[in-house]
């Protein structure tokens, strides 16, 4: 289960401190999915890079799987991070100068997962590739997929490290309404398969309505939507 509590944050800026969220709290089963909308700059991804430990709240906690992340160590929290949870940026981040299967494989070299053969990896990786319709693409650069494309290999670099938290950003953000549609399905198809929790920011009502349940940030507060 994924528990926020009370986040508080704020940043320094040249105007002085923007809160940004306020007091969010949220309780996310395992296994089921959320999405959370709401206008530009209200601390959509603010929130997620506290979820996923990318940065830290001013006070408040983050409970995964009972471990309070907030609690942790940089060290301790990257392994964490490395090993638990999945992010899927909108810009996606792929290396360009590596294939999409090196791409997939990057999360791996970090550390803790040295007692797994390379072989078993790729194999691992293959498989993933071949779950979001790209293994006929593993040796191609990312400058040579499209659009939708890359944000799938996005998406099996993400679970290279079999998370039990998927993290997605604007997952659709750049894509037309097909390509869009096909990545919303994997994912909803990876949250209810593999039971891997998700929690999706995002501006698009049709990816929003397919999450168990959706929530808009609002003046530094998360409410929950009818949908
Ligand atoms: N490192 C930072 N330092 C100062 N201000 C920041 C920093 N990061 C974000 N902000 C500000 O915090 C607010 C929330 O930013 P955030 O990126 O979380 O918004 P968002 O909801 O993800 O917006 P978008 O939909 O455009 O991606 C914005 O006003 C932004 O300018
Ligand atoms: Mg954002």
């Not at 289960?1 to 395992?30: C, D, F, Q, W």
């Not at 604007?170 to 869009?180: K, Q």
């Amino acid at each position: 289960m994924l528990e926020l509590i009370e986040l508080h944050k704020s940043y320094n800026t040249s105007a002085g401190p923007l809160e940004v969220l306020k007091k969010v709290s949220l309780r996310v089963e395992r296994g089921r999915s959320v999405s959370i909308v709401g206008p530009s700059g209200c601390g959509k991804s603010t929130l997620l890079n506290l979820i996923g430990a990318l940065d830290r709240p001013d006070s408040g906690k983050v409970l995964l799987g009972g471990q309070n992340l907030t609690e942790l160590d940089e060290r301790a929290l990257a392994a964490f991070r490395n090993r638990r949870i999945g992010f899927v940026f909108q810009l996606h981040h792929l290396l360009p100068q590596c294939t999409v299967l090196e791409n997939v494989l990057l999360p791996t070299l970090a550390g803790g997962k040295a007692k797994e053969s390379a072989i078993s990896l790729q194999q691992r990786a293959m498989q993933i590739l071949e779950k979001v319709g790209l293994a006929d693409r593993a040796g191609e650069l990312p400058g040579r997929l499209s659009g939708g494309q890359r944000q799938r290999a996005a998406v099996a670099r993400a679970l290279i490290n079999r998370p039990q938290l998927l993290l997605a950003d604007e997952p659709t953000g750049s894509l037309d309404e097909e390509t869009a549609g096909s990545v919303i399905g994997l994912l909803a198809d990876l949250n209810r398969r593999q039971k891997i929790t998700l929690v999706v920011v995002t501006h698009s009502s049709a990816l929003a309505a397919r999450m168990d349940q959706m929530y808009e940030l609002k003046k530094g507060m998360l409410s929950e939507r009818g949908g």
